[in-house]
Every structure is written in C-alpha cells, then in structure tokens.
C-alpha cells in the first residue's frame, strides 16, 4: 500500500470532518455543562456521557460515507491512480483518529469512577486499561458502519442488509442464552478473580474487533471498487 | 481545500508531478492559488482540471469538452493554453471531445466525427479541406453530422 498515498488521503478525510469533530467535541462540552449545572456531578455521570458521546463520534466517519454522492468526494478520490484498499485504509484510519479523544475521554471518566471505590484497582491503572478498550469500542463501531455505508447506500440499506441484522439481533442472543452462567455474579467473581479471566476477555475481544474489522474492510474496498458516480453529477 | 492545497494533494498520486512546470502553468493561466475550490467559477475550475492533468505531463491527455460551458475569454485561454503544450507534431496527444464546430478548427489536426453512435467521417483537417477549398471547417463538419444538409445561412440585404 502506498505510504505516502494513504498519509495524503488521511489528511483529506481528517479535513474533511474536522467541522463535526469539532462540533461533537462542543456538544460533548455542553452537555458535560448542563448535567453538571442540573446537580448531576457525579463520576457516573461523567463516564456515561464520555461513552454515549464516543459512540456518536464513531459515526463521524461513515455519516460522512453516506454523504459521499452528494458532495462529489468518492468520484474524486476514484479517479486517482490509488487503490480502493488505500481509500478504504484512509477512512478507517480516520476513524481510530476521530474515535481517540473521546477514548480518552472515556477513560478518564472510568478511572475517576474507580478512584470512588476503595477496593478498585488504582485510578491510573483503570485508565490505562480502559483507553484501548474504549478505543477499539468506539473504532470496531465506526469501522463497521463504514464498510457496511460503503457497501450500501442508505436506501438500499432498507432492504435484505437491515433484515437480515435484525434478524440476527433477534437470534443471537437467544442462540447464546443456554452458553450464559445460570448465575452471572458468582461467574464474573471467579472470572476475574484469575488474572487470566480479563486477560482471556479482552483477547476475545480483540478477536472479535478484529474479525469485525477485518469483514467490514472488505465491504469498504468492494464498495468503493464498484462506486460509480451519478452521471448527472458531471 | 485551496488550489494550492488540492494541487499539493495530486502530487502525491503521480510520480512525474513536475512542481515547477505545474506552478508555470498555474501562473500562465492565472490560478488563485489560495481561492478555496469550491468557490471557483466554472472556467476556472476548467483550467484547474487542465493544470492538474498536465503537470505530470501524460503521453495521452483526454480532455471531454473541456470548453462548454465558459465564455469567450476563458475559453480562448484554454485553448491557447492546450495548444502551447501541444505543439504540432509534438511527441505527446490530446484527444478531445466537443459539441463546439469552432474548437475543432482551432485545435485538431484530425477529426472523429461520431453521430447516432457511429462514425460519420475520420479524416485530418487537411483532407476535409482539400475536399471542399471554399466551406469553412465548421460548415464542412456540419456537413457531415446532418449528412450532408448545409447549414442555413442568412443572406445580406436579402
């Protein structure tokens, strides 16, 4: 994959959405202003929003997908002599960049929840341990809705995708409800009572965003490899 | 993005990218290098597209109409500006389509004329010349679009 390419096309990107950014960061801000000015000051509540906002700023990048017709961006990027895997690399590094100041975030909201409880693990250590959950949270998220946006257009989205992720939202929870400990308590006791459980946990975690990535990747690629302008655009 | 920026932008995609042929060409065509694109009139959007497909210099420029739409002064530019990088018999072509009869004349030296999906006539200006000495270039492609319908003329005094 071209470096220098994939620096060029992650600058543009990064410009491109620096006004949202920009905006959620204000918004995140306000809404941090309002809480606290109604009396709700405490960690919790800070945690809270540091995650609902994070989530929102994983939609930065693929909301931007979404407006890839009308502002003409995909049929610029497409006539250059790049790969769509460099075009497609770029916006999913965009989002891990656009995702990361509310990871921290995030994680310092964790951590200041943690220093509220006197057997928790060190404050700085939660944080520590916090931020790269938080930010493959907030990524594995926003790559997803990329590759998925990339794939298909909103419209199409209505059809056989949108029924078949219900369709799984449905199933799978209860194809997975026989596998759950008939007391998830006393199995997150013991779990995490090993220093192997949460090791264990974010391994598969970690699998998981990387299986999810990797499929969604694919998606962006065949999509914008199958991109082809509006000819009323020209 | 700036013209400055976005020409920036195109040098990381072509290795040719002559900086300092791009940066003549700006000038020549006189660019605002520090206008945001988006704010750009449609001529000088055209001769953006020119600059940023000539500064790596290709061995084959294709150009779809690249004066429709833009009034006598830029579009005159242009044109100059094709033919200045372009001389006769120059090692390098540029293939062009336009609905502008005019354009032919000032640009081409052979001439694909297509309607109804099909070639009507591929000929060199030359040829077309030598076959009817007394038509103007823009009659004789006429000619051959309407097949062979002349154009309507206005007569003076008449």
């Given at each position: 994959m071209e470096r220098r390419q994939l620096a060029a096309l992650l600058a543009v990107e990064l410009r491109r959405q620096r006004r949202v950014t920009a905006r959620l960061l204000l918004s995140t801000a306000v809404i941090a202003g309002v809480f606290w000015l109604a009396g709700k000051r405490g960690p919790d509540t800070g945690f809270a929003i540091a995650l609902g906002m994070g989530f929102g700023a994983a939609l930065i990048v693929p909301v931007g997908v979404t407006k890839d017709r009308l502002e003409g961006t995909l049929a610029f990027l497409t006539g250059l002599p790049t790969r769509p895997s460099t075009i497609a690399a770029a916006r999913f590094a965009a989002v891990a960049v656009t995702t990361l100041p509310w990871a921290v975030v995030a994680a310092g909201g964790l951590a200041w929840v943690a220093a509220a409880f006197q057997e928790a693990p060190p404050p700085g250590w939660v944080a520590l341990g916090a931020l790269p959950l938080a930010w493959v949270a907030f990524t594995t998220v926003g790559w997803i809705l990329t590759g998925v946006f990339s794939r298909w257009d909103l419209a199409q989205l209505l059809g056989v995708p949108i029924v078949v992720a219900v369709i799984a939202l449905l199933v799978l929870p209860r194809l997975a409800g026989p596998l759950l400990p008939a007391d998830p308590a006393a199995w997150f006791d013991t779990f995490f009572a090993s220093p192997w459980g949460p090791l264990a946990m974010a391994g598969a975690a970690l699998l998981v965003a990387a299986a999810a990535g990797a499929a969604a990747f694919g998606l962006a690629v065949h999509g914008i490899a199958m991109y082809r302008p509006d000819p009323a655009s020209f | 993005m700036t013209v400055g920026e976005h020409l920036a932008f195109l040098t990381q995609f072509y290795p040719t990218w002559d900086a300092a042929y791009t940066g003549d060409l700006a000038r020549r065509l006189g660019?605002?290098?520090?206008?945001?694109v988006g704010t750009l009139s449609k001529g000088t959007k055209v001769k953006l597209a020119f600059v940023a497909a000539e500064a790596f210099r290709p061995p084959v420029l294709l150009l779809d109409e690249p004066t429709s739409g833009l009034d006598p002064v830029v579009r005159r530019e242009v044109i100059d500006a094709i033919l200045e990088r372009f001389p006769d018999a120059g090692s390098r072509l540029v293939v062009f389509s336009t609905h502008i009869l005019e354009d032919v004349e000032g640009l081409a030296e052979r001439v694909v004329v297509l309607a109804d999906g099909a070639v009507r006539r591929d000929a060199t200006i030359a040829e077309l010349r030598r076959e009817q000495p007394d038509e103007t270039l823009s009659n004789i492609l006429y000619g051959i679009l309407t097949n062979g319908t002349p154009p309507t003329r206005r007569v003076a005094g008449g």
């Open positions: - | 660019l605002p290098l520090g206008d945001k």
